[in-house]
């Protein structure tokens, strides 16, 4: 997502964040918010050029999409939250049409099933303890900002990522890049 996004989504992050206390919420730094399309978990390193050629045959024949990035939720809901998220979509069911493509293609990578609906977000923290009065104000914080535009952008490639946990959280490198509607 481009860096204009990215700030906005932040300074809300940043609103929820003096909502609760300290360590009630891991925080999704920014430089890891991304969208994701599959998550495989361990795919054997012998198996990663078929995994790309997978990726690869889905992307070439969809085009670049739309996307834009709006409001908080949380799952599995406001009540009880786990995780506080934006939403990333298209409003057209493109994304969600190359997810179950892309999830028919790599199925076999995959560790664990598909989940079972699809729901194009950002992850903005994963919820560790909070009390009632923590989780009202930021129910009513998301529904105050419902609505916000965080910006858009024009989605042109899908990258395989792998990610490593470690005491001081995942850590990302880029395995591939994908253009979308590559030939």
């Known amino acids: 997502m481009p860096e204009t996004v990215r700030k906005e989504i932040i300074r809300t992050q940043q609103e929820l964040q003096r909502l609760v206390s300290p360590t009630a919420i891991r925080w999704t730094k920014p430089e890891q918010f991304h969208l994701t399309l599959r998550f495989l978990g361990d795919v054997p390193v012998e198996r990663v050029p078929a995994l790309q050629e997978a990726v690869n045959t889905v992307c070439s024949g969809e085009p670049a999409l739309p996307l834009r990035a709006q409001g908080v939720g949380f799952f599995p809901n406001a009540r009880s939250p786990r995780v506080i998220w934006t939403g990333v979509n298209d409003g ?35 919820v560790k303890f909070l009390n009632r009065p923590e989780i009202e104000k930021l129910a009513a914080h998301a529904r105050a900002v419902k609505d916000r535009l965080f910006g858009a952008w024009l989605a042109n490639e899908v990258e395989i990522i792998q990610s490593r946990l470690s005491s001081a959280g995942a850590e990302h490198s880029l395995l591939a890049s994908i253009h979308l509607a590559a030939r």
Do not use: I, N, W, Y
């Not at 994304?95 to 560790?111: G, H, I, N, R």
């Open 92 to 126: 057209e069911e493109r994304l969600a049409a190359l997810q179950k493509k892309m999830e028919d293609a790599v199925q076999s990578f995959a560790e664990q099933p598909a989940a079972e609906k699809f729901a194009g977000h950002v992850t903005l923290g994963r």
